[in-house]
């Protein structure tokens, strides 16, 4: 006698097949997921990058006290000298700029996004970490003029040659 094939068999294909679908589907939003985080890691470290290497520049200056000793011939300076400034972007919105470096200084001026000030050419020997909000950077201070002719000390993770915004930063 022969047995006939009952619906168990395809039922069992079915169940099996369902699985393997959904499995499948699973396997691909994880996959998403992942690679999203990914490139979010790879934005995150290019903008990071791209911080670093506009204020590497910044590093290869030193702070040089003047030399009291020495009085220069000409008072004012001259007209070709005064051209070649070197102009930097404030990135920070609202950022101070300080009577001499580090955060404990007298605040001379609150600098906005995109004021332009002139770089003096005095940055610190030294380093400062400082917490941004979103991200933490170690950077010298530098010295600068600004356009109202005040002088001052700000942190080097703030301006740039670019006119850029620093990414991350939380302001008050």
Same mark, same amino acid.
């Given at each position: 006698?022969?047995? *006939?094939?009952?619906? $168990? ?14 499995? $499948? ?9 992942? #690679?999203?985080?990914?490139?979010? *890691? ?6 990071? #990058? ?8 910044? #590093? ?12 220069? *011939? ?21 950022? /101070? ?13 609150? $600098? ?18 400082? /917490? ?5 950077? /170690?950077?010298?201070?530098? *010295? ?29």
């Amino acid at each position: 006698m022969s047995k *006939k094939p009952g619906m $168990l068999p395809k039922l069992e294909f079915m169940v099996i097949g369902i699985l393997f679908f959904a499995f $499948l589907i699973w396997a691909m939003s994880k996959c998403n997921a992942t #690679q999203r985080e990914y490139q979010k *890691k790879a934005e995150a470290d290019a903008r990071e #990058q791209a911080i670093a290497d506009s204020l590497d520049r910044l #590093q290869d200056y030193t702070y040089t006290p003047l030399d009291t000793a020495i009085k220069p *011939k000409i008072a004012a300076p001259l007209a070709e000298e005064k051209e070649r400034a070197t102009i930097l972007y404030v990135t920070v919105d609202g950022m /101070n700029m300080r009577s001499s470096p580090g955060l404990k200084s007298r605040i001379v001026e609150r $600098l906005q996004l995109y004021n332009e000030v002139e770089f003096l050419g005095e940055v610190t020997d030294s380093t400062q970490e400082i /917490n941004l909000g979103q991200i933490t950077t /170690n950077e010298p201070w530098v *010295k600068v003029k600004t356009r109202k002719g005040n002088i001052g000390w700000v942190y080097g993770a703030g301006v740039s040659y670019y006119k850029k915004k620093l990414e991350g930063v939380e302001t008050d």
